[in-house]
T-cell receptor
Framework: EPEVTQTPSHQVTQMGQEVILRCVPI?????FYWYRQILGQKVEFLVS????????KSEIFDDQFSVERPDGSNFTLKIRSTKLEDSAMYFC????????????FGSGTRLTVV | GENVEQHPSTLSVQEGDSAVIKCTYS??????FPWYKQELGKRPQLIID?????GEKKDQRIAVTLNKTAKHFSLHITETQPEDSAVYFC??????????????FGQGTILTVHP
């Protein structure tokens, strides 16, 4: 079964540093998402991406965050200057087309900001 | 935007008992409601879902009911087993405009099934 692949599985970074979280969505999927989950809390929407542009972003997704699909296969989330409160599990997800309700979630990247 | 409330936050049952988790949503345009099971440190796994044109759906020991008028939906697990212990999340699918396809999650329910 096709999978959404995320790397790295765990990243530790110093506060103020830039991080890039990488995702490889399923190849024929058109809709891409980033969600995050702070430890012990619910899964929260960050951003949706379709046709090479952001469709919607949440209040969490401020100027420190950006997404990119640089080469048609990777989908990246960049945090420019990490804060302690950015520590969370970040899940990438993809969906095939508009009529497809099924999300495929990646296995997540645990980001720890120290 | 959509708001999803989930109750209870924790649920403890004996093996073989039933478990019920309830969610309410605010956006009447939402038309798809998945339930996810999440084990510690893992990704959410879809266990069952329901679309707004259906009132109930069952898959072996798991069922989901939807009341569109009241804007609430529930997960029912019968004959619970210790391996059902996990965190369960409900979610609602954004159906309007740029929110189309966005999932709004409930706060989660920690289900513990005691042998």
């Amino acid at each position: 079964e096709p999978e959404v692949t995320q790397t790295p599985s765990h990243q530790v970074t110093q506060m103020g540093q830039e991080v890039i979280l990488r995702c490889v969505p399923i190849s024929n999927h058109l809709y891409f998402y980033w969600y995050r989950q702070i430890l012990g809390q619910k899964v929260e929407f960050l951003v949706s991406f379709y046709n090479n542009e952001i469709s919607e972003k949440s209040e969490i997704f401020d100027d420190q965050f950006s997404v990119e699909r640089p080469d048609g296969s990777n989908f990246t989330l960049k945090i420019r200057s990490t804060k302690l409160e950015d520590s969370a599990m970040y899940f990438c997800a993809s969906r095939r087309d508009r009529g497809d309700y099924g999300y495929t979630f990646g296995s997540g990247t645990r980001l720890t900001v120290v | 935007g959509e708001n999803v409330e989930q109750h209870p936050s924790t649920l403890s049952v004996q093996e073989g008992d039933s478990a019920v988790i309830k969610c309410t949503y605010s956006d009447s345009a939402s038309n798809y409601f998945p339930w996810y099971k999440q084990e510690l440190g893992k990704r959410p796994q879809l266990i069952i879902d329901i679309r707004s044109n259906v009132g109930e759906k069952k898959d072996q020991r798991i069922a989901v009911t939807l009341n569109k008028t009241a804007k609430h939906f529930s997960l029912h697990i019968t004959e619970t087993q210790p391996e059902d212990s996990a965190v369960y999340f409900c979610a609602a699918w954004g159906a309007g405009g740029t929110s189309y396809g966005k999932l709004t999650f409930g706060q989660g329910t920690i289900l513990t099934v005691h042998p």
